[in-house]
T-cell receptor
Framework: GAVVSQHPSRVICKSGTSVKIECRSLDFQATTMFWYRQFPKKSLMLMATSNEGSKATYEQGVEKDKFLINHASLTLSTLTVTSAHPEDSSFYIC???????????FGPGTRLTVT | GENVGLHLPTLSVQEGDNSIINCAYSNSASDYFIWYKQESGKGPQFIIDIRSNMDKRQGQRVTVLLNKTVKHLSLQIAATQPGDSAVYFCAENSGGTYKYIFGTGTRLKVLA
């Protein structure tokens, strides 16, 4: 149980284009989903917290107009990287939290490469 | 902040030996702590957790120790195996929010 999927697993896009990453909780309803970014050999950095049906809360220094988050249902959140640049190349990981729990279940990550 | 981009420390251990991975957490109000294992190109994998009302918790081959006085968390892996080679992260959660703060991570290398 408690499986989280991400799609795509890896994507290459050209500079200036937008890329959408999906995060799904497959066997539970996620009250909250989180988006992290991880650069090579570094730790996970929380980008934003996404609650179903409400606006995402972004961490300091994360541009909300660049990283658009939509949490339209209790099993799906999407992260759209708009006007991507090479410095946005990173490993993006989502996690999902069931209601009433502190536990987060992590997805397998999405490798974004912007050329 | 706690997740500044520092160089990833490495712990090398001989196969069969015990491993101890340490983590200093930042917030004295944190009440839930988790250890994750991350293999290259994959998402974090849950290993073990502990709440602040405990100082020790054991799982299969793993033990987590919590010292709230000095804000220190450790992960002990018994009889380390080649499959344990990965990067290990601690994470803390403050009761006021559901957000996790991740430590900088430690790379564990198991030598045959």
């Amino acid at each position: 149980g408690a499986v989280v999927s991400q799609h795509p697993s890896r994507v290459i896009c050209k500079s200036g284009t937008s890329v959408k990453i999906e995060c799904r909780s497959l066997d539970f309803q996620a009250t909250t989903m989180f988006w992290y970014r991880q650069f090579p050999k570094k730790s996970l950095m929380l980008m934003a917290t996404s609650n179903e049906g409400s606006k995402a809360t972004y961490e300091q220094g994360v541009e909300k107009d660049k990283f658009l988050i939509n949490h339209a249902s209790l099993t799906l959140s999407t992260l759209t990287v708009t006007s991507a640049h090479p410095e946005d190349s990173s490993f993006y990981i989502c996690s999902a939290r069931p209601g009433g729990s502190y536990e987060q279940y992590f997805g397998p990550g999405t490798r974004l490469t912007v050329t | 902040g706690e997740n500044v981009g520092l160089h990833l420390p490495t712990l090398s251990v001989q196969e069969g030996d015990n491993s101890i991975i340490n983590c200093a957490y930042s917030n004295s109000a944190s009440d839930y702590f988790i250890w994750y294992k991350q293999e290259s190109g994959k998402g974090p994998q849950f290993i073990i957790d502990i709440r602040s009302n405990m100082d020790k918790r054991q799982g299969q081959r793993v033990t987590v120790l919590l010292n709230k006085t000095v804000k220190h968390l450790s992960l002990q892996i018994a009889a380390t195996q080649p499959g344990d080679s990965a990067v290990y992260f601690c994470a803390e959660n403050s009761g006021g929010t559901y957000k996790y703060i991740f430590g900088t991570g430690t790379r564990l290398k198991v030598l045959a």
